[in-house]
């Protein structure tokens, strides 16, 4: 059974920092690009940003240099840690898994992020 478990949302002041850790298990985490997504209220769900098997990552605009995407597969695990946080980047935050031929896909709980001004 795959799961994905998100971490390390909560409550933060404007201008502040946080990293969000998702860890996975029940899949060859290594062979899965992972990204991290967002769903505001009445919001469609957007990517935040991604990183394949091998590294190489993409970022949405809004969050480009503010948002860093990590991952270590000896821990299963993928990173997101932004900085300078607005209101705006108030959401739930999901961590997806995705693997391509035939399209394979997972996703997390979510964790609700939360930025005060």
């Known amino acids: 059974q795959v799961q994905l478990v998100e971490s390390g949302g909560g409550l933060v002041q404007a201008g502040g920092s946080l990293r969000l850790s998702c860890t996975a298990s029940?899949?060859?985490?290594?062979?899965?690009?992972m990204g991290w997504y967002r769903q505001a209220p009445g919001k469609d769900r957007e990517l935040v940003a991604s990183?394949?098997?091998?590294?190489?990552?993409n970022y949405a605009g809004s969050v480009k240099g503010r948002a860093t995407i990590s991952r270590d597969n000896a821990k299963n695990t993928v990173y997101l840690q932004m900085i300078n946080l607005k209101p705006e980047d108030t959401a739930v935050y999901y961590c997806g898994a995705r693997k391509i031929g035939p399209l394979i896909e997972y996703w997390g709980q979510g964790t609700q992020v939360t930025v005060s001004s």
């Open positions: 990183i394949s098997q091998d590294g190489p990552t």
């Open positions: 029940g899949l060859t985490f290594g062979r899965y690009a």
